[in-house]
């Protein structure tokens, strides 16, 4: 039994948990919508780079135009209209709650993949993803936030939330069929990638932020560095391997594993940002880990 899928998943929580540190730096450095326009950036020229070195073409011009339309599908409305309705329910209700709501993608895909593809999960996916998902949220709502977060849990920050997850599962579902034959995952990330980044840039050049974007990175060298090494990490690496995890595991499996970053970026949040873990953490990071065994033996 190959676990390719799994894997891919449990690497992209790795992944995106590192990334979450990196880009919480650079938020704090130069705004969170120049993070997110920039990461973009990057990512398209990483992907560019190394789909010329392995395929000998840029940019995948030689996919069909169906597989072109479910990818940039999923790319618009998994990484465009998902991280924007993210970041306004982070703003509205602050990180926990919508770090929790976020993870609902998982059920989402679930439902949507069982409606469409007739994917139907054994009892013992099933339980794994309730362990994982209830690991998860304990992490989550034992983290007390810094007295500066934004308050006020909104009935429009929690739409927003719900709406995130909702956009993010729609988007791995959206990737599957544009990824059958085994289409190599760094030609449909490049697809997904370039989709998201035209939305993004068209409304940043339509917001004419274009040049305030730019000249935040030139005042501040040491946030284009870790742009850099942030896209490579998690838009590149991060999207790639949950590409590869749809591709080869059920939609609910693979995304109740690259939800897990929450519990993966304790030990970021304890060592680099000296942030005390209390025992809820603890006891939902240990369950978090018992559904995630379970997905494996599954």
Known sequence: MTLI???????????FAATAVIFTKTG?????????????FFAVIYLAVLNWILYREPIPFSASAARWTWLSASGFIGLSLGDAFLFQSLVAVGARLGSLLLSLAPIFGSIIAWVFFGEVLSPLQILGIVLALSGIGWVVMSHKEPENTPRGHTRQGVIFGVLAGLCQAVGLVLSKPGMSDNYPALQANMIRMLAAAFFIWLWTAFSKQTKPTF????E?????QLLMLGALVGPVLGVSA???????????????????S???VL???????KEKIGWQALAGTALAIVGTAVLFLA
């Open 28 to 40: 704090q450095m130069v705004g969170s919508q120049t993070t997110n326009r920039m990461r973009l």
């Open 220 to 224: 501040n060298p040491r946030a284009t």
């Open 242 to 260: 949950s590409l590869l995890s749809v591709q080869n595991a059920e939609i609910g499996v693979a995304s109740t594993l690259m939800a897990l």
């Open 215 to 218: 000249q935040s990175l030139r």
């Open 267 to 273: 030990p970021f949040s304890y060592f680099y940002f």
């Open 5 to 15: 899928g799994e894997i891919a998943g449990l690497a992209t929580s790795f992944f």
């Open 262 to 264: 929450p519990v993966i």
